[in-house]
C-alpha cells in the first residue's frame, strides 16, 4: 500500500523527470562491464570480425536498453522521448569517445546512422516500458 502511495506521489510530482542524465550514466556503466567481460571472451578465443562486430551492435542496445530501463517510470507517457535522449546521448559519447581513442576521422554518414540507432533504440525501449503499467 505505501510503495502504491509513493510510486503515485513520484508520477505526480515529477520526481523523476531528471533521471535521463542518470539513465546515461547507467548505459555507460553497463557498456564498460560488457566491453571489459567481451574482451576476455577474445582474448580466450579467436573470434572473427563479424562475430565481434554484431556483438558490439548488441553491447549498444542492450546499454541503452538498461538506461532507459532505470530512467523510465513505468506508465510515463513521456517514455519515448526520455528514452530517445538516453540513446541520443549514449551514442554521440560513444562515437566522440571511439574517435578520440582511434584517432580515426568521423564520416558524416557514419556518424549519423550511430546517433539514429541509438535514438531509434531508446526510442522504442521508451515506449515499451513507458507503456507498461506498474503492478
Avoid at 526510442?123 to 503492478?135: D, F, N, P, R, V
Amino acid at each position: 500500500m505505501a510503495q502504491q502511495m509513493v510510486r503515485r506521489v513520484r508520477r505526480k510530482t515529477g520526481a523523476r523527470r531528471n533521471t535521463w542524465w542518470k539513465g546515461v550514466l547507467v548505459a555507460v556503466a553497463v557498456t564498460l562491464g560488457a566491453v571489459a567481460a567481451f574482451a576476455v571472451l577474445i582474448g580466450l578465443t579467436e573470434m572473427q570480425d563479424g562475430l565481434i562486430r554484431v556483438v558490439n551492435q548488441l553491447i549498444k542496445v542492450g546499454a541503452i536498453f538498461a538506461g532507459v530501463w532505470y530512467a523510465v517510470p513505468r506508465g510515463d507517457s513521456g517514455g519515448i522521448r526520455r528514452g530517445a535522449l538516453i540513446g541520443l546521448v549514449y551514442m554521440g559519447i560513444g562515437v566522440l569517445v571511439y574517435a578520440l581513442l582511434t584517432q580515426q576521422k568521423l564520416t558524416v554518414m557514419g556518424y549519423a546512422i550511430d546517433l539514429l540507432m541509438g535514438v531509434a533504440a531508446g526510442g522504442l525501449s521508451g515506449m515499451i516500458l513507458g507503456a507498461m503499467q506498474e503492478k
